[in-house]
C-alpha cells in the first residue's frame, strides 16, 4: 500500500526557489507565470493496514514542518 | 563547569566548538547522536554547525529526532543550558525548544562572511559579557539562516527580551533581521552566526570569546 505526501511551504511564506523558478521560466520567454511555489513529494510504500492518521502522524512529527509548511495526504 | 558537544554524521563545527569552551575553561566531552545519555554532570550542551545527515528532508530535522536529542530536550527541560550555533540553532528550532525555523536564505546563496552582530540584549548568561546595543564582528556561513516565524512569535520574542542577537545589515532576509534568540528561560539560545569562529587572535576576531568566557564563569559558580 502507497501514500503520497505532499509538502508545500504556507502561503505568505517567501518561497525564494520558487521565484528563482519563475525569473528562470521568464527568461526562457514563457510570459504569464505570475507565481511559482517549489514543494515536495514524499512517496511512502507502506506495510497492509497501514491507515491514513498514521501518516498524519507521521507528517506531524517528521515530514513536515508545520510552522512553514502544510502538507495533504493521498492514500493509495 | 561542564560542556557536552553533540556530533551528528555531518557535523563539522565540533571541534571549533569544543576549542572554544575548553579555552574558556570548560571541560569538555563529545557526545556521538547515537548515544542515548549525556555524560554525568554536563551543565551545558553544545549543538555544533556542520550539515547533520546531509540536510536531508529539512535542515536539522532528522537530527531533531536522534535518540540523543531526547536527552538534550529533557536536560532543557530540567532547566539545563543548550547553545546550538548555525545547524545547531535549525535543530533547535526543529526540537521545538526554540520557536520559529530557518528557511533558504533570500538571496538563495550560501553566504560565508563576517558581520556585524548588534548584541539585542545583555540580559542573559550568554550574552553578559556584553552591552546591549554593542556591534560585534562575527563569520556567518550558512545556505538556509532566514529566521521566520509568525507575527505573534515574534512580537513575543521581542516584548519577552528573547531576541539575543539582530544583523545590522540582514544578509539572509531573516525576519525582525534576527540572529539568535533565547528560550523563555534565557538558557536556550540558538544564533546562525559562529561566535566558536572569532575566539581566538588566530580566527582574525576575538569577539565571539567573551560568550562562551562569561557563560564557562557564570556556570562554574552556579
Known amino acids: 500500500m502507497k501514500a503520497r505526501v505532499h509538502v508545500m511551504l504556507k502561503n505568505g511564506v517567501l518561497d525564494p526557489q520558487g521565484e528563482a523558478v519563475r525569473h528562470a521560466l521568464g527568461a526562457l520567454g514563457f510570459d504569464g507565470v505570475n507565481g511559482v511555489r517549489q514543494g515536495k513529494v514524499i512517496e511512502l510504500d507502506l506495510a497492509d493496514g497501514a491507515t491514513e492518521a498514521d501518516v498524519t502522524e507521521m507528517c506531524e512529527k517528521l515530514l513536515a514542518n508545520t510552522v512553514i509548511e502544510s502538507y495533504s495526504v493521498e492514500m493509495a | 563547569m561542564r560542556a557536552a558537544v553533540i556530533v551528528f554524521p555531518g557535523s563539522n563545527c565540533d571541534r571549533d566548538l569544543a576549542v572554544a569552551f575548553?579555552?574558556?575553561?570548560?571541560?569538555?566531552?563529545?557526545?556521538?547522536?547515537?548515544?542515548?545519555?549525556?555524560?554525568?554532570?554536563?551543565?551545558?550542551?553544545?549543538?555544533?554547525?556542520?550539515?547533520?545527515?546531509?540536510?536531508?528532508?529539512?535542515?536539522?530535522?532528522?537530527?531533531?529526532?536522534?535518540?540523543?536529542?531526547?536527552?538534550?530536550?529533557?536536560?532543557?527541560?530540567?532547566?539545563?543550558?543548550?547553545?546550538?550555533?548555525?545547524?545547531?540553532?535549525?535543530?533547535?528550532?526543529?526540537?521545538?525548544?526554540?520557536?520559529?525555523?530557518?528557511?533558504?536564505?533570500?538571496?538563495?546563496?550560501?553566504?560565508?562572511?563576517?558581520?556585524?552582530?548588534?548584541?539585542?540584549?545583555?540580559?542573559?548568561?550568554?550574552?553578559?559579557?556584553?552591552?546591549?546595543?554593542?556591534?560585534?564582528?562575527?563569520?556567518?556561513?550558512?545556505?538556509?539562516?532566514?529566521y521566520f516565524a509568525n507575527g505573534e512569535t515574534?512580537?513575543?520574542?521581542?516584548?519577552?527580551?528573547?531576541?539575543?542577537?539582530?544583523?545590522?545589515?540582514?544578509?539572509?532576509?531573516?525576519?525582525?533581521?534576527?540572529?539568535?534568540i533565547l528560550s523563555q528561560n534565557r538558557r536556550v539560545l540558538g544564533m546562525m552566526p559562529h561566535p566558536e569562529r572569532a575566539a581566538d587572535p588566530v580566527h582574525g576576531g576575538t569577539d565571539g570569546a567573551a560568550l562562551f568566557r562569561t557563560l564557562t564563569q557564570t556556570l562554574a559558580t552556579a
Open chain 2, 22 to 146: 575548553r579555552a574558556a575553561g570548560a571541560e569538555v566531552s563529545m557526545v556521538w547522536h547515537k548515544d542515548t545519555a549525556l555524560p554525568e554532570g554536563v551543565d551545558i550542551v553544545g549543538i555544533p554547525g556542520g550539515f547533520s545527515y546531509g540536510d536531508y528532508l529539512r535542515c536539522g530535522a532528522i537530527a531533531a529526532n536522534s535518540p540523543i536529542c531526547r536527552e538534550v530536550s529533557a536536560h532543557a527541560e530540567r532547566g539545563g543550558y543548550v547553545l546550538g550555533i548555525c545547524n545547531g540553532f535549525q535543530v533547535l528550532t526543529e526540537t521545538g525548544l526554540l520557536p520559529g525555523a530557518l528557511l533558504r536564505n533570500a538571496g538563495l546563496k550560501y553566504i560565508c562572511r563576517t558581520v556585524g552582530l548588534k548584541v539585542v540584549t545583555s540580559a542573559s548568561d550568554y550574552t553578559q559579557g556584553y552591552n546591549a546595543g554593542d556591534v560585534i564582528d562575527i563569520p556567518i556561513a550558512h545556505h538556509d539562516g532566514n
Open chain 2, 154 to 180: 515574534i512580537a513575543r520574542l521581542h516584548d519577552e527580551d528573547r531576541v539575543a542577537f539582530s544583523y545590522t545589515d540582514n544578509p539572509n532576509g531573516a525576519q525582525a533581521d534576527i540572529a539568535g
